[in-house]
C-alpha cells in the first residue's frame, strides 16, 4: 500500500466574502511545514459577483504557484442569517471550482471538525487555533487576520484526517505505538 503521508502539499481554505483565508503546508512523512499563509481581503468590492470572480483568480494563483496535491476546505456553518450562508457556499463553490478546475482533490470539514482536529475542542477560539497553529508549525508571528490560520487549520486538519487513516492501516495496536508513531501530535 502506498503511504498516504508521503511528501505531498496541501492547500487549506477558510472560505469568505469578506476575508478568504487561506494556508499551505508540505508534508513529508509525518511533518507538515508552513509554505505560506495569507487572506484575500474582499471588502473593498461592492459587486458580489466580482468578489467570488477575485476568490476564484486567488485560488486557481495559489494553485499553480505551488502545486498542491489536495485541497481541504472549511464547510459553510449555518448561522442566523441565511443570507450569510448562501454567500459563503457560493464562495465555496467558487474556491472548490477553481481546484476542480486544476484536477485538484477537494476535501470539506466542518468548522467543529477542524477546531476539534487542532486543539481536541469542537468550541474552540479563533485565537486558540491560531496559537496552537503558531507552536505546531512554529509560525513566527500570528497574522492580524486569523481568516489565514483558519485556513491553514484546514489544511493541518487534513494532514491529521490523512495521518490518522495510516495510522490505522498500518496498525498502531496502542496509545504508546501511536506516540512513538507520532512524537509531533504530543506536546
Not at 63 to 78: G, K, N, Q, T, V
Request: aromatic share 8%; glycine share 8%; with cysteine.
Amino acid at each position: 500500500m502506498q503511504n498516504a503521508v508521503a511528501e505531498r502539499i496541501i492547500l487549506g481554505i477558510d472560505p469568505g466574502t469578506t476575508i478568504m483565508g487561506y494556508g499551505l503546508i508540505e508534508v513529508k512523512g509525518n511533518s507538515p511545514k508552513l509554505i505560506t499563509l495569507g487572506v484575500l481581503e474582499l471588502s473593498k468590492y461592492n459587486d458580489h459577483y466580482l468578489k467570488l470572480r477575485k476568490i476564484f483568480e486567488r485560488v486557481v494563483g495559489l494553485i499553480d504557484a505551488y502545486h498542491p496535491d489536495e485541497l481541504a476546505i472549511e464547510a459553510p456553518f449555518y448561522g442566523k442569517n441565511v443570507q450569510s450562508m448562501l454567500k459563503l457556499g457560493r464562495a465555496q463553490g467558487v474556491a472548490m471550482a477553481a481546484a476542480l478546475s486544476r484536477s485538484l482533490p477537494v476535501f470539506e470539514y466542518a468548522p467543529l471538525r477542524i477546531k476539534q482536529a487542532i486543539t481536541g475542542r469542537g468550541n474552540a477560539s479563533k485565537e486558540q487555533v491560531a496559537l496552537f497553529l503558531k507552536q505546531y508549525l512554529n509560525i513566527d508571528e500570528i497574522p492580524v487576520h486569523l481568516d489565514a490560520t483558519d485556513g491553514l487549520a484546514a489544511a493541518v486538519c487534513h494532514f491529521f484526517q490523512k495521518q490518522n487513516l495510516a495510522n490505522q492501516s498500518s496498525g498502531a495496536k496502542s496509545w504508546k505505538e501511536f506516540i512513538r508513531k507520532n512524537p509531533g501530535r504530543v506536546k
